[in-house]
Structure formats: structure tokens, C-alpha cells
């Protein structure tokens, strides 16, 4: 397609398949047995990553080229009431259970130790754990990076560097780098997955500009984007742990997600249209809460199912889990996380309206000297 054509789509739908497929990934991963090994479900976070990367960047990028800059009150209240009220009902959620219900009591002194980091650190939980056992609510590691990111890059790359655009890739490349090397640092491995981020905000200013966009567009025709695709399906399949972040192979594997997400929203190919079908779009939308809620459903069936059943009975309890997953994110997503989003938009209109009546309305007049 050209830059036009491509500055005009207002919804990525081949994006939501990708991030069904990430969902979906992750779900795998907290499954126990070793059945669904073979799928590295972890991964699914580095896709999330480059997602948000790549999204949040190109929402910038055209708020900037619309209105000559960044509303950044009005961003900050939509991104706050699109992650906060689902992230602070889980955790209250598990709260409930946890301390008031007495549930999960092995890992109690776990969750009470992680409790303070929680909301503005819960990279804490995973990486700086006390003890071997990962404490409840460990996959909201994600969500830390995530807001995080959300904090400082449209800060530096939109009011930092909003006079010198040109500075834009090398700075994320430069974090990407940076990021890339905490790898390889026990203590600053929580900070690695920045650079799939820093991978897919290089995707969306590239393909912003003009004179960058033909050169990275090649990656959208059929026959590349089948070699990307291939890429990316033998590191997820064939590397085995490699991918994963304390491994060697984590920023290559997100480096080729990048890629693939800038070959799929600029492809004119049919073939990749089944990413942006009516379930995969479904999927899609209840992403979020699904990742904040699921494992209540896994652990709640898995208590049912015996584990003594094997394959079978892990096939059974996925199944199940998966199903119950599904139409409870659809309830929540539907009556709660929606409807909070929602409010986070029409706040934030609001806030962009009387900001321009105040533009325009004329300055008071000097008084006249008599």
C-alpha cells in the first residue's frame, strides 16, 4: 500500500489477531504438565510489548502530525483508566481471597512481603523475590514495564525531542541496545524487555516517514513477509528456552516480531486477513482482562481435575479453563473494564474541549489611561 494509504487506516485488525495469538500464548504457559511446552507460552508478553510499542508510538505520531503536538493530560487520563481500574480490581481481588479468605496460605508472607511494590513496581514479585516460590500475581511484572513505558517515552519523544524528530530512532535504538545488554546482568534483567518496545516504536516512525516508509513497506510483500514469518515461527518453535529473557535469543526473537508487525500493516495479501476475523478481534478486545484474570480459572479447575489424569486430564483442565477464561473476561471486559474506558475518552475530550475554548477566548483588554 502507500504512505497514504497507510497514514489513513484507523484500525490495525491484523494487530488484533497477533494479539489474540499473544493471549493465547501466555495462557498456555500457566498450564501445568508439560503438554503445551512446546508452545514457549512466555513469548506471548514479548509480542505484547511490541505491540504496545509499535501502537502507542503511531497514536502519538499522528496526534502530533493532527494538532502540531502531544495532548499529554489528555493521553495520560485515557492510558490511567484503560490499565488502572482492571489492574487495582485484580490486585484488591487477590487481596480478598488471599488475606481475607485465607487461600493460597503457603505463599501468604509472599504476597504480604510484595504487596507495597505491587502497584508502581510489580516487577518486584518475579525478580526480587525473597524466596524460590513466585509470589500470586507474578505476570503483573508486564504490566510495570508496559506503564512505565508509557511514562517516560512520549515525555522524551514527543516534548524532549519534539524539535528535533530526527533524534527519535537513534534514541530508541540506543535504548533498545541498552536494554538489550541488562540481559545479561542478573540484577537488571527486569529491564530487557524494553528493547522489544524500543523495537516497535522504531517500526511505527519508520513507517511514519515518508522518505523511511517505501524502504521498510518491502517487509508487507507476500514473499518477504512469508521469510519473516518462517523467521519468527522457527526461533518460537525450534530454540527451544532461548527466547525467553535470560536467554540469548530474547532480542533477536522480538527484533523479528517487529518485523513481522511492520510487514502485516503494510501487506496487501488476503491471506493474512483471518488475523483480523470476528474471533480473533473477540479475543482481541477481552486481551487484557483475560491476562489479569485467567489464572483465577486455571487454578479453580485445576483443583477439579486431578492431576493424576495425566495428558489427558491436562488437555481436560486447559480446555475447561480456557472456555471459563473466555466468558468470564467477556463479562468483566463488557460490564467493567469497557465502560471505564469509555469514561477515560470522554474524559479526556472534555479536557481537549476547554482547553480550546480557553485558547480562544480573546485577552482581556489593557485598561485606558485618561
Excluded at 490495525?12 to 503438554?35: P, S
Aim: aromatic letters at 14%; one cysteine or more; hydrophobic letters at 50%.
Amino acid at each position: 500500500m502507500t504512505h497514504a494509504e497507510y497514514l489513513g487506516i484507523r484500525r490495525f485488525g491484523v494487530l488484533d489477531g497477533l494479539r489474540a495469538l499473544a493471549i493465547l500464548l501466555v495462557f498456555t504457559a500457566h498450564q501445568r504438565g508439560d503438554l503445551f511446552t512446546v508452545f514457549h507460552g512466555a513469548t506471548g508478553v514479548t509480542l505484547f510489548f511490541v505491540l504496545s510499542g509499535y501502537l502507542i508510538t503511531t497514536l502519538l505520531l499522528r496526534e502530533e502530525d493532527r494538532h502540531g503536538r502531544v495532548d499529554f493530560a489528555s493521553f495520560y487520563v485515557r492510558r490511567t483508566f484503560r490499565i488502572y481500574p482492571m489492574f487495582l480490581g485484580t490486585i484488591a481481588l487477590y487481596c480478598v481471597l488471599i488475606l481475607g479468605l485465607g487461600m493460597d496460605a503457603a505463599r501468604r508472607s509472599l504476597w504480604v512481603e510484595n504487596l507495597p511494590y505491587i502497584v508502581w513496581f510489580p516487577e518486584h514479585l518475579p525478580y526480587f523475590r525473597s524466596t524460590d516460590a513466585y509470589p500470586a500475581f507474578s505476570g503483573a511484572w508486564s504490566i510495570g514495564i508496559e506503564e512505565k513505558f508509557y511514562l517516560v517515552w512520549p515525555v522524551l519523544g514527543f516534548l524532549l525531542l519534539a524539535g528535533w524528530k530526527q533524534a527519535r530512532v537513534p534514541v530508541l535504538a540506543v535504548i533498545a541496545v541498552a536494554s538489550s545488554a541488562t540481559g545479561f546482568v542478573a540484577d537488571l534483567v527486569f529491564l530487557a524487555p524494553y528493547q522489544h518496545l524500543a523495537f516497535g516504536a522504531i517500526a511505527a516512525v519508520l513507517l511514519h516517514r515518508e522518505r523511511t516508509y517505501a524502504a521498510v513497506a518491502t517487509l508487507g510483500r507476500p514473499p518477504v513477509l512469508l521469510a519473516v514469518t518462517a523467521v519468527v515461527l522457527l526461533l518460537q518453535f525450534t530454540t527451544g528456552t532461548r527466547v525467553y529473557i535470560y536467554e540469548d535469543l530474547y532480542g533477536v526473537h522480538g527484533l523479528a516480531i517487529a518485523l513481522l508487525v511492520a510487514g502485516l500493516v503494510t501487506t496487501r495479501s488476503r491471506r493474512v486477513a483471518w488475523l483480523s476475523s470476528p474471533p480473533m478481534v473477540f479475543l482481541a478486545a477481552i486481551s487484557y482482562t483475560f491476562y489479569l484474570v485467567h489464572g483465577f480459572f486455571v487454578n479453580g479447575v485445576e483443583m477439579v481435575v486431578p492431576e493424576a489424569w495425566g495428558r489427558p486430564g491436562s488437555l481436560l483442565s486447559a480446555g475447561l479453563a480456557l472456555g471459563l477464561a473466555v466468558y468470564g473476561s467477556w463479562i468483566v471486559h463488557r460490564w467493567f473494564e469497557e465502560p471505564m474506558r469509555r469514561y477515560g475518552v470522554a474524559l479526556s475530550r472534555q479536557m481537549e474541549q476547554r482547553r480550546a475554548v480557553r485558547q480562544e477566548e480573546p485577552a482581556p483588554r489593557e485598561p485606558v489611561a485618561v
